[in-house]
């Protein structure tokens, strides 16, 4: 199992970026992803997630909410983070996740990727 992410850069406040995970090894549809970021010196924290039962659905930290965005390609075994309006406390690594959709949505998440960088100037 892999999880590539990519896309991460510079880039100065209230502007946007778009991360990618492309997932391979796995079954796709049937995870759920989620993206976390984790800061300098602070703890790993979830971005969000989708959850593919029920139709699928995105759940976000309230610290994103409005400003990003969850979404997948299940033909291209990836999904995405659409990041606007970032702020420079958006600065840390972005990790993607994959979950089993049967596990539920408070367990642990299965495999995970290598991080991207997001450095938001002021």
């Known amino acids: 199992v892999q999880l590539q992410a990519s896309g991460g850069g510079s880039v100065q406040a209230e502007g946007s970026l778009r991360l990618s995970c492309a997932v391979s090894?796995?079954?796709?549809?049937?995870?759920?992803m989620g993206w976390f970021r984790q800061a300098p010196g602070k703890d790993r924290e979830e971005v969000g997630s989708?959850?593919?039962?029920?139709?699928?659905?995105?759940y976000y930290a309230d610290s994103v909410k409005g400003r990003f965005t969850i979404f997948r390609d299940n033909a291209k075994n990836t999904v995405y983070l659409q990041m606007n309006s970032l702020k420079p406390e958006d600065t840390a690594v972005y990790y993607c996740?994959?979950?089993?959709?049967?596990?539920?949505?408070?367990?642990?998440?299965?495999?995970w990727g290598q991080g991207t960088l997001v450095t938001v100037s002021s």
């Open positions: 989708f959850v593919v039962r029920n139709g699928g659905r995105t």
């Open positions: 090894g796995l079954s796709f549809r049937q995870y759920d």
């Open positions: 996740a994959a979950r089993r959709k049967d596990r539920g949505i408070t367990s642990a998440y299965d495999y």
